[in-house]
């Protein structure tokens, strides 16, 4: 995130309820199926919703700077913010399989370097099936950026944002619908997305108006919650109908209002908790290394019979030691690359 956007702390805490929804459908599922384990999910949507809203937020903002290469920039801060978490977790997974440790997934470590592992003709174990969702935003994110810039340059940008998010969700309608998915991992969250994004650009006119009805803000909280949780099942959609077409508007729609109402009332406090939003710093690292410790027990026989109570805490000790040493490592080269980035002639980058 770019330094000059302060901390958006309770944004960590979202972020923070998101993967504890995920972690908690992975620990349920070591304990038979319930309707609890279906919260992953619903972290995983509230993730896609928040992932677009605070790339195009940021995106914007490099845009709107003077001397800026907001394209470049925006890789970079992709790169170095996906790539050393990642490439560290496939390397662990493939030494385990060479220390006799762990069953092989050449193919699933293959499809999630090259973010394609939510493809059917890209497959791999479950150690590497969490990576689809990760695969789901880099794909988008390869075009969007030129999308925006375009749509900005034209002078069209917030209702051609408007118009891809009703698109997006219209092709959705119409898949759940007819239960014809022409890309399955992309079009059933693509809204979820594009709901993000068209609230960073209309979040300043949210927030005046939340400001100013306050005692909206304060209810919307409960209820959109309630509203959330009514949506489990909505991932795991297999029937279809007008019924399903209508959860796949409603949900996004539901989200993104929850990524903006969290600056209000008791839910920031909730939110902003120190505990909670520490959580939220360290999500990314905790959304990767989860699934070896609480998924990929057939693939990783000595983890599997492990306690789930020291399965989840080697989850958080590694996932924190990933945030402290990996991600803050990574971060500092980040900026350097970016200072020099900054330092080129004007015509070097776009």
């Known amino acids: 995130m770019s330094q000059s956007l302060r901390r958006d702390l309770?944004?960590?805490g979202l972020r923070a309820v998101s993967v504890m929804f995920v972690i908690l459908s992975h620990v349920m599922s070591l304990h038979g199926q319930g309707w609890i384990g279906k919260l992953g999910g619903v972290g995983v949507g509230v993730f896609f919703v928040i992932s677009g809203y605070i790339i195009t937020r940021v995106f914007a903002h490099d845009l709107a700077r003077e001397g800026g290469r907001p394209i470049a920039a925006f890789y970079i801060k992709r790169a170095f913010r996906i790539l050393p978490v990642?490439?560290?977790?496939?390397?662990?997974?493939?030494?385990?399989?060479?220390?006799?440790?762990?069953a092989p997934?050449?193919?699933?470590?293959?499809?999630?370097?090259?973010?394609?592992?939510?493809?059917?003709?890209?497959?791999?174990?479950?150690?590497?099936?969490?990576?689809?969702?990760?695969?789901?935003?880099?794909?988008?994110?390869?075009w969007w950026p030129w999308v925006f810039i375009l749509l900005n340059y034209?002078?069209?940008?917030?209702?051609?944002?408007?118009?891809?998010?009703?698109?997006?969700?219209?092709?959705?309608?119409?898949?759940?619908?007819?239960?014809?998915?022409?890309?399955?991992?992309?079009?059933?969250?693509?809204?979820?997305i594009t709901a993000?994004?068209?609230?960073?650009?209309?979040?300043?006119?949210?927030?005046?108006?939340?400001?100013?009805?306050?005692?909206?803000?304060?209810?919307?909280?409960?209820?959109?919650?309630?509203?959330?949780?009514?949506?489990?099942?909505?991932?795991?959609?297999t029937?279809?109908?007008?019924?399903?077409?209508?959860?796949?508007?409603?949900?996004?729609?539901?989200?993104?209002?929850?990524?903006?109402?969290?600056?209000?009332?008791?839910?920031?406090?909730?939110?902003?908790?120190?505990?909670?939003?520490?959580?939220?710093?360290?999500?990314f690292s905790l959304y990767v290394w989860q699934q070896l410790f609480l998924v990929s027990g057939e693939q990783v026989p000595l983890l599997k019979e492990l306690d789930p109570w020291l399965l989840i805490a080697m989850t958080f000790s590694v996932a924190i030691l990933?945030?402290?040493?990996?991600?803050?490592s990574s971060l500092v080269l980040r900026n350097r690359v970016l200072d020099r980035l900054n330092k080129l002639p004007s015509k070097a980058l776009v």
């Open 86 to 102: 990642l490439i560290a977790y496939l390397m662990v997974i493939n030494l385990l399989y060479l220390a006799g440790l762990a």
């Open 10 to 12: 309770p944004l960590d």
């Open 322 to 328: 990933s945030h402290h040493v990996i991600e803050a």
């Open 154 to 192: 034209l002078g069209h940008l917030r209702l051609g944002v408007v118009c891809f998010f009703i698109a997006s969700m219209m092709l959705t309608v119409w898949s759940a619908y007819h239960g014809v998915w022409l890309l399955p991992g992309i079009t059933r969250n693509l809204p979820f």
């Open 239 to 283: 029937d279809f109908g007008l019924y399903e077409a209508g959860c796949f508007v409603v949900a996004p729609l539901t989200f993104a209002l929850m990524v903006a109402v969290r600056s209000h009332g008791w839910l920031s406090q909730a939110l902003s908790l120190a505990p909670v939003s520490y959580i939220g710093r360290v999500s």
């Open 196 to 237: 993000g994004i068209t609230l960073a650009l209309f979040e300043p006119g949210i927030r005046t108006f939340l400001d100013r009805q306050r005692l909206i803000a304060v209810l919307a909280s409960p209820v959109l919650i309630l509203l959330a949780l009514s949506w489990l099942e909505v991932p795991y959609i």
């Open 105 to 142: 997934d050449f193919s699933g470590t293959f499809c999630s370097l090259i973010f394609l592992r939510n493809f059917s003709f890209c497959p791999g174990l479950p150690i590497t099936t969490h990576f689809w969702s990760l695969s789901v935003e880099e794909q988008f994110y390869l």
